[in-house]
């Protein structure tokens, strides 16, 4: 994913816009931004008022509440020579959460828990 444009270019935008030096078309070959977002950003100020970006709207949301958290650091404690598959089965016997491999796999690693690897 691409980084977001500036405000200060979004600002020199909506400014040259307003002044009549062109359509959101013009000027986005002018200032090298999409079509798309010049337009975008004109209606979003002439619309909504907004003249900068939205803010974050947070991500998806945590698998795992501190519940299930705290039922995996204790299943890693007991056994941490068990399997992702292993661990999948008991999280779900105790908590009802079911977790995919990869899920699971980057929660322990987000909570900093090691894991023996012998097969």
């Given at each position: 994913m691409g980084q977001p444009y500036s405000a200060?270019?979004?600002?020199?935008?909506?400014?040259?816009?307003?002044?009549?030096?062109?359509?959101?078309e013009l000027l986005a070959r002018r200032f090298q931004v999409s079509r798309a977002c010049?337009?975008?950003?004109?209606r979003a100020a002439r619309l909504e008022g907004r003249r900068g970006a939205k803010p974050h709207a947070g991500g998806?949301?945590?698998?795992?509440?501190?519940?299930?958290?705290s039922v995996l650091r204790a299943l890693v404690r007991d056994d941490n020579d068990a399997t992702l598959?292993?661990?999948?089965?008991?999280?779900?016997?105790r908590t009802g959460i079911t977790l995919s491999a990869?899920?699971?796999?980057?929660?322990?690693?987000?909570l900093g828990l090691a894991r023996k690897k012998r097969r």
């Open positions: 200060d270019l979004r600002e020199r935008v909506l400014q040259a816009y307003e002044r009549h030096e062109g359509s959101p010049a337009y975008n950003w004109v998806v949301p945590a698998h795992l509440d501190a519940a299930g958290v598959a292993q661990y999948r089965e008991r999280l779900a016997a990869a899920v699971l796999c980057r929660t322990l690693k987000r």
